[in-house]
T-cell receptor, first 112, second 111 residues
Framework: GQQVMQIPQYQHVQEGEDFTTYCNSS?????IQWYKQRPGGHPVFLIQ?????EVKKQKRLTFQFGEAKKNSSLHITATQTTDVGTYFC????????????FGRGTQLTVWP | DTAVSQTPKYLVTQMGNDKSIKCEQN?????MYWYKQDSKKFLKIMFS???????INETVPNRFSPKSPDKAHLNLHINSLELGDSAVYFC??????????FGPGTRLLVL
């Protein structure tokens, strides 16, 4: 079954609005990664979170890892048309050889 | 230089044919993957190899057979292609805790 749940599946916003996507795991994760896939492209790594309660920022993007290391979020402030794409979270459990469990992704559309 | 490369980029073929997709990474990574991405963008892991050894084999029809001749290459052979095999297939590689690097994808269309 689905190991990492991600919502929403689709999000349409007007340029300038904020956007958030959420990931939730049924089990504790050793780390969580976020990827962005532009239309027609391939997933590209954005960031990795490892510590409980960790918050990292990349310009208008804010990434959070929950205290229990079971959930994570990506928040984009004041979206731009360049933010269009699918955002995936991917959680890892256990060892370094452990696979990444990808969420289903959130497809973001930004209207100009 | 491209870190993870795949060939071909596009593949259009008839039902019942056999086809192969090739993947190469020049990052020196030990672990390589094949993912299938459907029309709804869902990324489904298919196989993973670590130093040429199969470590993940998800529930994939046995028409799909991966082969890793060395740790820089992971190829995917598909026998008796079906309509439902149409998807984008991504190869990826990583080293221990590091990020996963994805190839550009192979867009397979089975007619």
């Amino acid at each position: 079954g689905q190991q990492v749940m991600q919502i929403p599946q689709y999000q349409h916003v007007q340029e300038g609005e904020d956007f958030t996507t959420y990931c939730n795991s049924s089990t504790t994760l050793s780390n969580i990664q976020w990827y962005k896939q532009r239309p027609g492209g391939h997933p590209v790594f954005l960031i990795q979170l490892v510590k409980s309660g960790e918050v990292k920022k990349q310009k208008r993007l804010t990434f959070q890892f929950g205290e229990a290391k079971k959930n994570s979020s990506l928040h984009i402030t004041a979206t731009q048309t360049t933010d269009v794409g699918t955002y995936f979270c991917a959680g890892r459990r256990g060892s370094t050889l452990g696979r990444l469990y990808f969420g289903r992704g959130t497809q973001l559309t930004v209207w100009p | 230089d491209t870190a993870v490369s795949q060939t071909p980029k596009y593949l259009v073929t008839q039902m019942g044919n056999d086809k192969s997709i090739k993947c190469e990474q020049n990052l020196g990574h030990d672990t390589m993957y094949w993912y299938k991405q459907d029309s709804k963008k869902f990324l489904k892991i298919m196989f993973s190899y670590n130093n040429k050894e199969l470590i993940i084999n998800e529930t994939v029809p046995n028409r799909f057979s991966p082969k890793s001749p060395d740790k820089a290459h992971l190829n995917l052979h598909i026998n008796s292609l079906e309509l439902g095999d149409s998807a984008v297939y991504f190869c990826a590689s990583r080293q221990s805790e590091e990020t996963q690097y994805f190839g550009p994808g192979t867009r397979l269309l089975v007619l």
